[in-house]
Structure formats: structure tokens, C-alpha cells
């Protein structure tokens, strides 16, 4: 039940942030620009789909054309959430606060929506600087007419994928790229975005689960001290997970554990 409660606030979540970020990014832009010129920029392919649906007008039946695109459009949407969720930052944050409550044994707390609504406020701080390079980039001259909504999808394409690769392990890249059977990449834009984002997934996985074990380390030695001093003391039937609780509360706020893990996750994105 907590597992699909988890999942369900993720995906309620992960639709408002992106309804937020839409709304940041194009109404100032809307605001500033005044009406869109009548005359849009005639595309290169005519019969690219991404160029047959123009997103700077108001959405209709007749718009999208045929019944398959607007199949494909819906399916598209659908897939934004978990885009957002596996292109970002939010994996590596929602593993390390999970293994941070975890090894503390706090068991709900904190409850699994202050979890998931301080990874996403996290994701949007870390990838900040990527979204002002989509915004400036494609979002802005799309909204002005300027390029087609082909070559916008392309150039916001680009710095997300320039962060995935940032922080993506070579050996799971070049793993992922020998299984799809792909070229050998000249350059980083070479890798196709379908190899990238696996890859990025798992070295992501890999970064949050060896940031947890860290996370484990100081309130294993407390259990183990807790455990040794009640044995010593003849206490065999206390628990000590009941003793060992409020010292990790102690130490952890003492210590200002919290600005600590969420600094060391913010920086770790920034090295």
C-alpha cells in the first residue's frame, strides 16, 4: 500500500511541477513579447508530427488531424511524469532521503509527501540552470515564431541530455550503447537519447545506493553501541532499537544533519 501510495504521489507531483514550470517559463514570455506574429515559420518537413501539431495555439480536434496523432500526443503526455522523474535529479535525491529515513528508523518520518515534495523542490533548484537553457534556447524562439517546433523539441533536447551525460558512468554508457548496437560516438551529441537516459538511470541508482550506505555508517555505530552497553548492563529483552531512536534524533540534529545531506546531494549535482 505504501509503495502504490508513493507512486501515485509521484505522478500527482510530477504533473503539477510540470503544469508550474510550463506556466513560469511561457507566460512572462507571452507577457513581454505581446501577440504572436500572424505569420509562423514554414517548416523544413512538413511531415514530421512533431511540426503538424502547433502547441502556441489553442488545442482541436481539427488541429491534430487524424485520430493516430492524437493518440501519439495523448500517449505523450502521459509519459511526461516519468520523464521528468528519470531525466532529473529527482532519482539520486528520493533514494538518499529514503535510505536516510531508513537507517534512522523513524519508519514515517518523515511521511512519504514531505519525502517526495522536498526531493521535487531539490530536482527544481539542481536542474535550474538546464531548464534557463531550454527556456532560453528553444522555449523563447518557438514562442516567437522564429523556429519550428521540430528544431524547438531538438535544442531542448540538448541540455538535458548534456546533464544526463554529465553524470552517467562511462562503463554503463558504453554498455547500453554496445547493446543497441549503435557507432561509437565522436562526441557527446552523437549518443541517441534512448542510450542516454538507461544509462543515466542506473549510474544515478548507483550514486543514490553508495550515498546511503554512507548515510548508514553513524547510526550503525550508534546501534552497535546501544546494543553492547544494554548486553553489558543485562537488558537482553529491551529492544534497542527503542534506546538507539532518540540518540540518532540527538546526534542527527546536533550535528544539523539535514542542511548537511541536502547540501552533499545540491553539490554533488554541481561538481
Excluded: C
Excluded at 77 to 102: A, G, K, N, Q, Y
Excluded at 123 to 146: C, E, F, G, H, Q
Excluded at 188 to 214: I, N, R
Aim: proline share 8%; hydrophobic share 50%; aromatic share 8%.
Amino acid at each position: 500500500m505504501k509503495q502504490k501510495q508513493l507512486i501515485k504521489t509521484l505522478g500527482i507531483a510530477s504533473l503539477a511541477v510540470l503544469a508550474l514550470i510550463l506556466l513560469f517559463y511561457t507566460l512572462p514570455v507571452l507577457a513581454q513579447n505581446g501577440p504572436l506574429p500572424t505569420k509562423p515559420v514554414t517548416p523544413a518537413n512538413p511531415s514530421n508530427l512533431l511540426d503538424s501539431i502547433d502547441l502556441r495555439k489553442s488545442m482541436s480536434l481539427e488541429e491534430l488531424g487524424t485520430p493516430l496523432q492524437l493518440i501519439v500526443f495523448m500517449s505523450l503526455l502521459t509519459i511526461l511524469p516519468f520523464m521528468f522523474i528519470m531525466t532529473t535529479s529527482f532519482i539520486r535525491t528520493i533514494i538518499v532521503l529514503s535510505f536516510l529515513r531508513t537507517a534512522m528508523g523513524t519508519q514515517t518520518n518523515p511521511p512519504n509527501q514531505v519525502v517526495v515534495g522536498i526531493a521535487l523542490f531539490l530536482t527544481l533548484y539542481t536542474m535550474s540552470p538546464v531548464w534557463d537553457r531550454i527556456n532560453n534556447d528553444a522555449i523563447v524562439p518557438y514562442l516567437d515564431n522564429k523556429i519550428t517546433q521540430s528544431i524547438a523539441v531538438e535544442r531542448g533536447l540538448t541540455p538535458i541530455k548534456t546533464f544526463m551525460l554529465k553524470h552517467t558512468s562511462k562503463q554503463e554508457l558504453g554498455f547500453f550503447i554496445r547493446l543497441a548496437n549503435e557507432p561509437k560516438p565522436q562526441r557527446p551529441s552523437d549518443v541517441p537519447l534512448h542510450v542516454v537516459v538507461p544509462a543515466f538511470m542506473v549510474s544515478e541508482l548507483t550514486t543514490g545506493f553508495k550515498m546511503g550506505f554512507v548515510l548508514f555508517l553513524p547510526f550503525l555505530v550508534i546501534d552497535l553501541v546501544v546494543a553492547n552497553t544494554l548486553l553489558a548492563l543485562g537488558m537482553m529483552m529491551l529492544s534497542p532499537v527503542t534506546i538507539s531512536l532518540p540518540f540518532k534524533i540527538l546526534v542527527f540534529t546536533l550535528a544539523d544533519g539535514w542542511f548537511l545531506i541536502l547540501q552533499a546531494i545540491v553539490m554533488s549535482f554541481r561538481i
